[in-house]
């Protein structure tokens, strides 16, 4: 039973390790531990974003400014670093605007009954727009040593202190999500809206709720991308919800909701922020980088909702059989 | 007058007296009385329309009544929000059960309450023990088949401690062997001590399971009573309108049968929500299809359409096979279906009136080959406003913003507009004032004037009565009974209508 549970994860977990298996023979360069952990401290940002809209996913809405708001708030967060102020009063900043911009997107889906994609990509272009007002259109640079140099900093012999966060982090939700009461509500609603509100799950607040928790990733994601980088462009983030999104899918959740978890999702991430390393493995330019990643995207998708129209179609079918079928006939 | 009565029905579990319910200018329901005691199966039947799901939302606390008292065990609620009726143990089992496909049956079942998962489990072990029902409680809710995800909805209600439970139409989706077991479960329930308020459109089930009786028309109780009392027939007469016998038929001349052939013909027509279907239609006849919605007429016609699968038969147009073609090849061999919601399924209503109108004939060569000439759509739309009577304030004004009986006349006009040699109407007049109601019937035989076969799908009974030259009763997906002109009458369609005879006049 658990078995089934987890065979989502499982499948990502091994598309995984096959995709490092096949690199490895074209390239066994690849094959080094080194490569390979560092696939995953790279995917660090992608974690961070993939996680936290995970929680978005489960509830089966979307959200498409995680890339505008991953670049305010470090622009914010590395504004205030580069005019003196302590990093824990950076991330404080980062993560007020992450939670401001969640809450507006939540109430806009959840309480305005917008559609998600249209209501997101709205607050997208407002979030980008302001980043260009914001920095006046300059990078934010000269950010304090020993705010970029924690990035560097190992927990492990190999292992960053940041990707250790992370999971920390993902297992910590993950847990919240798929053991505790309230957690099982996320996906709750996401499978069933209706039916959740008639067991007397506040669905609305946890919709809000979702997107509060993805604005907040989002900006912690923000901040690790200033550390990781020292300098903020006002593009910063630029298109990161699809891969978002992709390593979501990739991780097993259904956009359609209720389906998933955050270790799901935090693989599939990994999964994704590999793909420009393994091209310059195999040879090719990263420039393919977004095309595959749309691709896989679209792949994954595609099959899901065929599958998934076809079980609503035949369960419709089958029911309206049953209605037809006489046995004997009823006596009338 | 109500408090006494209240006062002496102490030992009902559940009792609702004097519940008005008006939605505008629409009353629905007009002082409904029902109560339900311990170990009570109440069956509430009734056609569509008669009221009973606002009722049920009423009790459910979803809608609030205009007037009106609900008591549970004596004590009286203000079901003011969905969560009161469900604390005072008022549980109802939607017709489709809202579970959460890919949660096990146990997280389903537990999902909302407060307690210790453990402790939970427990519980639920002792009531599936009590009740006698085996169900992995480890499989996923996507898994189970309708009948158990009742049972599952079921247990959600005993878990609540419920005292009364409200099943509506649990059996239209199940098999016969499943309709045995939830008979046998009810039957356990009721043993339990719990009241049982039983919708269902199948009166032969009413006989087998149910101790009392309510039937509803028009928002009325018409007959309520403990089941001995009742006879089959005397139920059927609840369901008619009191001035039944004084609908008059109008009087047109029966059609001549001799040396014509038929436009339109099912031969043991079979698909997903009807079986083996034979009928035939004649140019310039209307044949009435009579049954209640979920029977399987829409099916039906959506399959001729080319919308569905046909499973096995043949559809036949002026001889020529028309079975499983697609929508596109339907029309132009000249099928014309309208659709019984008219805002999902047939109107542009962000298009104009014009547009709309001759939007059939886009994709043929009428209105110009590459660009729209707008003269020729205005033309053949001020035609069919004219003669149709459409009221708008130009052939500019947007659908959207007409009437419900003005857009009917817009879909139908439309089907019109391509030169069919059947149409058919799905509902034609449901929801439609009764001047639009005289328009469109209007519209009806000027069809049947020109010849078109006109297959008319309608629960509206009367109206099946009026304008039909022979008629077909349709009962869970196959026709029950085939009359003649001066057969057909309300009391016997009715009848076939709820599984009982052949559709021919009953004995009242």
Request: glycine share 0%; proline share 0%; aromatic share 20%.
């Given at each position: 039973m658990r078995k089934i549970l987890k065979t989502r994860e499982i499948n990502s977990f091994l598309f995984l390790a096959g995709l490092i298996f096949l690199v490895g023979l074209i390239n066994p360069s690849f094959w080094q531990p080194v490569t390979i952990i560092n696939c995953f401290n790279d995917s660090v940002v992608f974690t961070f974003l993939s996680a936290g809209i995970a929680f978005v996913i489960l509830t089966g809405e979307i959200d498409v400014s995680i890339g505008a708001v991953l670049g305010l708030s470090a622009a914010v967060g590395a504004t205030l670093l580069r005019d003196g102020y302590g990093i824990a009063a950076a991330l404080f900043a980062a993560i007020f605007v992450g939670a401001v911009v969640g809450m507006i997107n939540g109430i806009g889906v959840a309480v305005l009954n917008i559609p998600s994609l249209i209501f997101t990509l709205g607050v997208n272009g407002v979030v980008r727009g302001i980043i260009y007002v914001y920095t006046k259109g300059a990078w934010v640079e000269n950010l304090p040593a020993d705010f970029t140099l924690m990035s560097n900093r190992l927990l492990t012999k190999n292992v960053t202190y940041f990707y250790g966060a992370a999971v920390l982090v993902v297992i910590i939700g993950h847990i919240i999500l798929t053991r505790t009461r309230k957690g099982k509500y996320f996906v709750a609603v996401g499978d069933n809206s209706a039916g959740a509100t008639l067991v007397g799950i506040p669905a609305d607040k946890i919709k809000i709720l979702s997107y509060v928790l993805c604005g907040i990733f989002s900006s912690v994601a923000g901040m690790i991308y200033a550390s990781r980088i020292g300098f903020i462009t006002p593009t910063a983030g630029n298109g990161y919800e699809m891969k978002a999104i992709a390593a979501c899918v990739l991780g097993g959740l259904s956009l359609t909701g209720g389906v998933g978890s955050l270790a799901g999702a935090s693989i599939g991430a990994v999964i994704m922020s590999s793909i420009s390393r393994i091209l310059v493995f195999l040879g090719f330019s990263s420039d393919y980088d977004n095309t595959i990643t749309g691709f896989l995207l679209l792949t994954i998708v595609v099959i899901n909702t065929s599958a998934q129209n076809h079980t609503v179609r035949k369960n419709r079918h089958e029911i309206l059989l049953v209605r037809t079928a006489q046995k004997g006939g009823e006596k009338a | 007058m109500k408090l006494s009565e209240t006062a002496s029905q102490g030992h009902s579990l559940f009792t609702a007296t004097g519940i008005t319910k008006s939605f505008g200018l629409n009353s629905v329901l007009k002082g409904i009385d029902i109560s339900v005691g311990e170990r009570e199966v109440l069956a509430l039947i009734g056609g569509n329309g008669a009221g009973k799901s606002t009722l049920m939302k009423i009790i459910m606390g979803i809608y609030q009544p205009d007037e009106g008292r609900i008591f549970v065990a004596g004590e009286r609620i203000h079901a003011c929000k969905p969560g009161v009726s469900l604390s005072k143990g008022i549980y109802m089992v939607p017709q489709e059960p809202m579970l959460f496909p890919n949660m096990t049956v146990e997280e389903n079942i537990i999902m909302g309450f407060h307690e210790k998962p453990a402790k939970l489990r427990k519980r639920l072990k002792e009531i599936m023990n009590e009740i006698n029902w085996d169900l992995d409680i480890f499989r996923k809710a996507m898994s189970l088949s309708i009948a158990e995800q009742q049972l599952v909805e079921i247990l959600r209600g005993l878990m609540r401690q419920a005292r009364v439970l409200i099943l509506d139409e649990p059996t239209s989706a199940l098999t016969f062997d499943e309709v045995e077991s939830l008979f046998k479960i009810v039957g356990d329930l009721k043993k339990k001590g719990i009241g049982i308020i039983y919708i269902t459109h199948r009166l032969t089930e009413v006989f087998q399971i149910a101790t009392h009786v309510a039937i509803m028309r028009d928002g009325v109780i018409t007959l309520k009573g403990k089941?001995?009392?009742?006879?089959r027939d005397m139920l059927v007469k609840g369901l008619l309108p009191q001035d039944c016998e004084e609908t008059k038929k109008q009087e047109t001349n029966e059609i001549d049968y001799i040396g014509l052939k038929p436009a339109f013909e099912l031969i043991h027509f079979s698909g997903y929500g009807f079986w083996d279907i034979n009928l035939k239609i004649y140019p310039g006849e209307i044949l009435g299809v009579a049954g209640l919605v979920g029977a399987g007429r829409t099916e039906m016609a959506l399959t001729v359409f080319g919308r569905d699968k046909t499973i096995s038969g043949q559809a036949l147009l002026e001889g020529m096979d028309v079975t499983g073609l697609s929508t596109r090849a339907i029309l132009k061999a000249g099928i014309n279906y309208v659709p019984e919601d008219r805002r999902l399924n047939g109107l542009f209503t962000i298009s104009d009136v014009a547009a709309n109108i001759t939007s059939s004939l886009v994709t043929g060569k009428t209105m110009g080959r590459i660009f729209i000439n707008k003269k020729v759509e205005y033309e053949i739309a001020r035609r069919y406003v004219e003669g149709f009577r459409i009221r708008i304030t130009g052939l500019d004004q947007l659908s959207g913003s007409l009437s419900g009986g003005n857009q009917q006349k817009i879909v139908i006009g439309r089907s019109l507009a391509t030169g069919p040699k059947l149409v058919i109407l799905d509902e034609p007049t449901r929801g439609i004032d009764a001047a639009a109601r005289k328009d469109v019937y209007g519209i009806i035989h000027k069809l049947k004037k020109q010849g078109v076969a006109v297959m008319l799908i309608s629960s509206d009974m009367e109206e099946i009565v009026e304008l039909s030259d022979r008629a077909v009763v349709v009962y869970r997906g196959r026709i029950r009974g085939e009359l003649k002109k001066r057969e057909i009458t309300q009391a016997g369609l009715m009848a076939a209508s709820f599984g009982v005879g052949e559709g021919k006049q009953v004995e009242i």
């Open positions: - | 089941i001995s009392e009742f006879t």
